[in-house]
């Protein structure tokens, strides 16, 4: 289990109640196991960031980004955050909204053939904590 900042949790639940018109969209996709009978979570607490969708199983991460992401001071801000995710074995899907909206099957696509490829033994395995535990799947003693 990922760890996360308690203080998410509220501000996630909000997220949830309040998806956007391409969140929602993408969501009614990924929802209920469809894809690959493959578990997602919207809106999930990982470390100090809330992503879009998260299906642990893959250990993807998929995120929607709306015109504000195109701004200059967010690529720098989205760049770090995705360099953490992936220091915690996470691969991360960057869709932004007009795609889902207007090319929803080619997104999924992208999805699916993401899920497939990780399904079929091509994760990666989680880096070490920097205290020599690891996350993922522990071999107990």
Same mark, same amino acid.
């Given at each position: ?26 969501? #009614? !996709? ?6 690959? +009978? =493959? ?6 607490? *990982?470390?100090?960031? @809330? ?27 989205e760049r770090s955050r995705d360099e953490y995710l992936s220091s915690l074995g996470l691969k991360?899907?960057?869709?932004? #909204? !007009? ?6 099957? +080619? =997104? ?6 993401? *899920?497939?490829?990780? @399904? ?22």
């Open positions: 289990m990922l760890k996360y900042d308690a203080d998410l949790k509220e501000k996630a639940q909000q997220l949830r109640r309040n998806l956007t018109d391409s969140e929602r969209v993408l969501w #009614s !996709r990924l929802r209920n196991k469809q894809l690959a +009978g =493959v578990q997602f979570y919207r809106q999930k607490p *990982i470390g100090k960031h @809330i992503v879009d969708f998260y299906s642990s199983r893959t250990k993807l991460v998929v995120e929607v980004d709306g015109s504000q992401h195109m701004q200059s001071n967010h690529s720098h801000k991360v899907l960057r869709f932004n #909204s !007009r795609e889902v909206l207007e090319e929803t099957n +080619g =997104v999924v696509e992208v999805i699916l053939q993401t *899920i497939t490829e990780r @399904i079929n033994g091509e994760i990666p395995p989680c880096p070490p904590f920097p205290k020599g535990g690891s996350m993922g799947n522990s071999k107990g003693g």
